[in-house]
């Protein structure tokens, strides 16, 4: 059977199978891109009509002139530019101790992987209860050592520090499986060569885990760039469906949330829509010419 020679027959046949999943995509995927990109055009939008009664960059002006989408986007890029990084290395230093434990490997797997498999939401919660400003754990510690309580969820200083500390530790479970994936695929003669030459275990990793991990690194790096730039839900549960105190948290989407569902300004959404997809877009490019340019093959 796989050796037949295709036929128009046989071909017609694989798309009429492929007809159902066709629709589903167009309908729910290609569409909405398509209408959230001719939104972002729409100028005096009828929200009941449909129509637009022209066309031009009028949503792109507004966003730009509007001093809450630069606030938007310095906490989206302080978010990204810290919480992918550390979760990276994080999550790579506790795959590699991971890795070297015997029995205890699936347990603790287990247990780093429940986060990202539990509810958002449900952390949310628990998280807050750590932060509360009289009754939070966190607070409990330090003050163990002297350190006045801090006002995690209320001062707009410190709600980004509590989001992304949340974030890091949200993220650890998934990236620490990709790495173990990883490291496990790399041929264990590697290591017995570079024993014989007299390495010792950080030679090891930094001559033959970290380079061979190269495919690894690019899918957590690309992952936690999209999703990082995405991030609303962490948010609004972990400030009760607020933008932190004082607005100080509003994110990309965050904003784009609100144009939306608040303002019920579709266009200037969609525009804020296609500003942060060519800008998550930039950045998996870069990605990938960096893992082109510095990561080889073999």
Known sequence: MMNETPT???????????????????????????????MAFYENYDIFTGQAQSYGFGNFQTIFSDPEFYLALKNTFTYVFIVTPVSIVLS?????????????????????????????????IVWRWLYHSNYGLINYFLGLFGIHGIQWLTDPHWAM?????????????????????GINNINKTYYKAAQIDGANRWQSFTNITLPLLGPTLLLVG?????????????????????????????TMVYYLYQKFYTEYDYGAASAAGIVLFGIVLLFTLIQ???????????
């Open 8 to 38: 128009w027959r046989r071909t017609g046949q694989a798309f009429l199978y492929l007809i159902p999943m066709l629709v589903i995509v167009v309908v729910f995927n290609f569409y909405p891109i398509v209408k959230s990109l001719a």
């Open 92 to 124: 790579l230093a506790l795959a590699v101790l991971i890795n070297g434990i015997g029995r205890l490997q699936s347990f603790l797997q287990s247990i780093y992987f429940l986060p990202f498999v539990t509810s958002t939401v449900a952390i949310s």
């Open 161 to 181: 520090p509590a989001a992304i500390i949340m974030a890091i530790w949200k993220s650890l479970g998934f990236n620490i499986l990709l790495f173990l994936v």
């Open 222 to 250: 690309v992952n936690s760039v999209i999703g990082n730039f995405k991030v609303f839900d962490e948010i609004f549960a972990l400030f009760n469906g607020q933008p932190g105190p004082s607005n100080s948290m509003v």
């Open 288 to 298: 990938l010419w960096l893992n082109r340019r510095f990561i080889h093959y073999k």
